[in-house]
Structures are given as structure tokens and as C-alpha cells.
């Protein structure tokens, strides 16, 4: 039987379909829907699971795979189009691992979940949490078996997030940090910190929303393919073509938390928005990685947005819209938003601190996925480990065990992407330097649009056309190494703590 790439084209993109649905649905759950709708739009959400999950493992999808992964077939086709079979195939195995009944149980399960997760949140208490928790990690553990994996249970998992990653990958990349970013830590630790106070004070929410609009207007979002709400824990959400949404969320003691949120889901978003307009609607349609995502929101958050370079053209921006700031000079003011100290808050934590949330994570997870430690060990588990890695502990479990969102979703696997984004980041924003003489004068002088045309052509256009080591390897020439972030941070911390 003949197969035409338009007919598999066709299906793939009414499977996008279904989930452009469920991102919208999503976005709500996350940012607007009234607290009586929960459980409603949770059966909704399961529908639409069962339905995208069955078109994508249907006899349909079956024929497609077998069809176009026939040797002479795929070797026949073109870059794009291979890709795009690959991936297919490579989901179409995954999904038809688990029974359809399965997806739907636990699609609804993590959408009760989320909502679950911010009542235990608000009231700082993981006991309401822990009985939902320990479904959906009894579920997970079942899916890494039907998933399969080599050596290491999460690695099923991970792969999922940071394809073609494993466990001895990651605690590789943390042997090497540990080895070089501890020492690097206790030089800080023991040199004069720069004074932060001038970041304490009073901003009201309406001011704060229109920085961030500001800042986002800067950096090239498009507002006309996406909009900025606020919501409990910040997140971007790509609903389809011309719709990526950003939400950040607002401290009216503290600037840094929308600031450099906006920043960092602008990056995210910026990313989404520039994936080339033929892949929409792909397997190919996506970002290549949630490390190499993490890479763009990491890089617009920190190397552009906690520069010198930045604040010597946005500060007269800061100062219009908060006056307080007109007597403090931006040589001071960028010192205080690069001050290094420990933090028990993930998204707040500064450049040279932040992996070690992320190891944290890593053990935690990797230790419950593997059954060395049960649901109910999580919060005395947590807080030994932040005293260990960062020497301070949680007063509650809402600065502890429940601060992030992930694992009401089911996302186990995920966080490593986060710190293999940082190692991304620094790898890809030390390449662009080179290619890029005059960059830091370019975003001095308020030109943010030539950095991001070069994040367009060499990471944004492709998607997921490559694998995150093959794409490392494309824009930078050589593997990924934890160098180019170590060189970042002691070139840029060594100069402001004078070490």
C-alpha cells in the first residue's frame, strides 16, 4: 500500500489539535478557573488525553510507522520528514506501552492533582498532598516498567524531558559541578556580599505588571501571538500557532520574583514563537528538549537580564516606573540583583546557587522512582538535604517539599532539565559571544533583536529537528561541557564579590 507524507502530515496535526485544546484547558486550570470548575474541566482534560493518546496508538498510527520506518522508505526521506517519522515511531512505541484506560486515570488524577497541590501550598501542609502524591508516583514507577529502561528506573522517565539522557549522564554532569562550583561557593561565601536592601520596598502589583510588559517588549515577545497573566507558579504555555502565553507571578516586597520570572518565561516563550511556521503542528513543532528550553529562559533571565549590559539601557525604564530607584546608581543595583546567598526558593535562586536545588531534586526523585524512599519520608528527606547542600532548612513545607508544581502533574524527570539548561545556556551564550563581537554594546545600546535572530537561526527555527547533544554540537562544535558555566560564573562573580 502506498503512503503519501501528506496523509501522515494530515493526522499528525489533528492529534496537535486535540492537545492545543488541552494546553488551553490547562492554562485556565492554572490561571482562571473558578475553584467549582475543577473537577469538571479535570474529566474534560481526561477525555481530551484518551482521545489524543488513542489517535496516536490507533491501527492508523500503527500503519504510518510501519510504513515509513521500511528501510528503503525512510532512507528516501529528507531530513524533516525523517525526523518527524522518528519521532512519531518513537512516541507511538512509548504511548502504546500503557493501556488507554491508564492515560485517562492518570490525566485526571494530575489535573486533581495541580488543584490539590495549591490548597496543601496555601495552608503548608503536605499531608493533604500525600495521598494524591502517592497515586501518581505508584503510577509513574508502573509506567517507567511498560516504558522500559536499561539500567535505572528514572532513566524511563527522563528520557521523556531530555531524550537520549540518563541518570549516570546527570550525576555525571553533578560530579563535575560539585567538583568546581563547591570550591567556587566558599570564595563567595567568605568575601563582603554587595548591599541588597535597596531591592526591599513596596511595589504595587499594577506597576510590577507593567515592567514586566515593559521587559517583554524588549526582548521581542510578541504580544499579538501570546499575552502575560498571573498564577501561583510561573510557567509559558504553547496553545498552538500565534498563541504562546506567558503567566509570572507578583511579590509586593520584592521586584525580583516577577522581573526575572517574566524574563525567564519571555525566553521560554521567544522560543516557541520562533520555531519555523512549517514545522507547526509536527512532531518537529516542539522545542528539542526541556534542557535546551531551559537554556533560552535561562539565558534571557540571567546572562542577558542580570548583565551590566542590560540595566545600563532598561534602567531609566525601572526608575519611570518605580521613582524610588532614581537616587540608587545601576552600577549598585546590579551588584544587589547578582548578590549570591542561600535560598530555600527554586525560581528565586541565584545563578551560582541554583543547580544545587536542582541535585536536590535530582536525589529526591531518583530515590522515590527506585523505592528507597516512600511519599511520606518527602518532607524530612527535603529538609535534610537543603540543609546539606545549601545549609539552611524550610520553617514549613510551603518553602519546602511543596514549592514547585511538577510532581502534581506527574513530571518526575523533569528537573534535571533545568540544570542541564543552565550548562546549556552558558555553552551556546559563550558561541554567540564569538559569532557576535559587539554583542555586549548591541545590548547595551537596547538592541536585544540582533541576539535574538541568532537564538532564531541557530536553535529557535529548528524544533525538534535535533537531539540535544546534536544540537549542542551544531551551534557550539564540541559537547556539551560544564566549562563554559563555570568560566561564566567565576569571570562574572569574581568581579562583582572583588575575589
Known amino acids: ?31 482562571k478557573i473558578p475553584p467549582k470548575g475543577v473537577k469538571d474541566r479535570s474529566e474534560v482534560v481526561g477525555k481530551l488525553s484518551r482521545m489524543a493518546f488513542e489517535m496516536a496508538t490507533s491501527p492508523k498510527a500503527a500503519e504510518f510507522v510501519e510504513y515509513f520506518n521500511r528501510p528503503k522508505i525512510h532512507d528516501s526521506l529528507n531530513e524533516v520528514d525523517r525526523r518527524n517519522v522518528d519521532l512519531m515511531t518513537k512516541y507511538y512505541r512509548r504511548q502504546k506501552s500503557i493501556p488507554a484506560d491508564k492515560i485517562e486515570k492518570f ?14 501550598r496555601r495552608e503548608s501542609n503536605f499531608a493533604k498532598f500525600q495521598p494524591i502524591l502517592e497515586e501518581i508516583v505508584e503510577y509513574l514507577k508502573e509506567f517507567a516498567e511498560l516504558y522500559g529502561y536499561e539500567e535505572n528506573r528514572y532513566d524511563a522517565l527522563l528520557d521523556e ?30 568575601a563582603k556580599a554587595p548591599d541588597d536592601r535597596i531591592l526591599n520596598g513596596n511595589f504595587d502589583k499594577s506597576s510590577q505588571e507593567k515592567l514586566s510588559v515593559e521587559v517583554l517588549k524588549a526582548m521581542t515577545y510578541d504580544f499579538e501571538g501570546g499575552r502575560l497573566d498571573e498564577t501561583a507558579h510561573p510557567f509559558t504555555i504553547g496553545i498552538g500557532p500565534g498563541d504562546v502565553r506567558i503567566t509570572t507571578k507578583y511579590d509586593p516586597r520584592d521586584l525580583r520574583p516577577s522581573f526575572f520570572g ?46 551590566r549590559a542590560f540595566w545600563n539601557f532598561f534602567y531609566p ?49 531518583e530515590a522515590l522512582i527506585n523505592d528507597r524512599v516512600k511519599v511520606a519520608d518527602l518532607p524530612e528527606l527535603w529538609n535534610s538535604k537543603v540543609k546539606e547542600y545549601l545549609g539552611i532548612e524550610p520553617s514549613n513545607d510551603a518553602e519546602g517539599v511543596l514549592q514547585d508544581v511538577h510532581w502534581s502533574g506527574g513530571q518526575m524527570g523533569y528537573f534535571p532539565s533545568y540544570m542541564l539548561g543552565n550548562i ?76
Open 1 to 31: 500500500m502506498l503512503m503519501e507524507m501528506k496523509d501522515f502530515y494530515d493526522y499528525a496535526r489533528e492529534i496537535s489539535k486535540l492537545r492545543s485544546a488541552m494546553s488551553l484547558i490547562a492554562w485556565d486550570m492554572r490561571t
Open 107 to 120: 490525566s485526571i488524577l494530575c489535573s486533581k492533582g495541580e488543584s490539590i497541590w495549591q490548597e496543601a
Open 317 to 365: 525604564t525601572l526608575v519611570k516606573i518605580f521613582p524610588q530607584y532614581k537616587d540608587v546608581s545601576v552600577e549598585d543595583f546590579y551588584k544587589a540583583i547578582n548578590v549570591v546567598k542561600p535560598s530555600l526558593i527554586r525560581i528565586e535562586a541565584d545563578e551560582v546557587t541554583y543547580n544545587l536545588h536542582i541535585v536536590i531534586r535530582f536525589e529526591v526523585e
Open 161 to 190: 524531558y531530555e531524550p537520549s539522557t540518563t541518570t549516570k549522564d546527570v550525576k555525571n554532569v553533578i560530579d563535575g559541578l560539585k567538583k568546581d562550583l563547591v570550591p567556587f561557593m566558599q570564595k563567595i561565601y567568605k
Open 424 to 499: 546549556y545556556a552558558a555553552q551556546f551564550f559563550a558561541t554567540a559571544k564569538k559569532e557576535i563581537p559587539n554583542l555586549e554594546a548591541l545590548i547595551s545600546s537596547g538592541d536585544l533583536k540582533t541576539f535574538r535572530e541568532w537564538q532564531r537561526e541557530k536553535i529557535h527555527r529548528h524544533g525538534a529537528l535535533y537531539d540535544p547533544k546534536d544540537l549542542v554540537m551544531k551551534v557550539t562544535g564540541q559537547p556539551l561541557t560544564h566549562k563554559y558555566f563555570m568560566d561564566y560564573i567565576t569571570e562574572k562573580f569574581s568581579e562583582i564579590y572583588g575575589i
Open 262 to 307: 517574566t524574563m525567564h518565561e519571555g525566553g521560554h516563550a521567544l522560543y516557541e514563537q520562533g520555531i519555523a511556521e512549517e514545522h507547526q503542528g509536527t512532531m518537529v513543532g516542539m522545542g528539542a528538549s526541556m534542557g535546551i528550553h531551559e537554556s533560552q529562559s535561562r539565558t534571557w533571565e540571567n546572562m542577558i537580564g542580570r548583565s
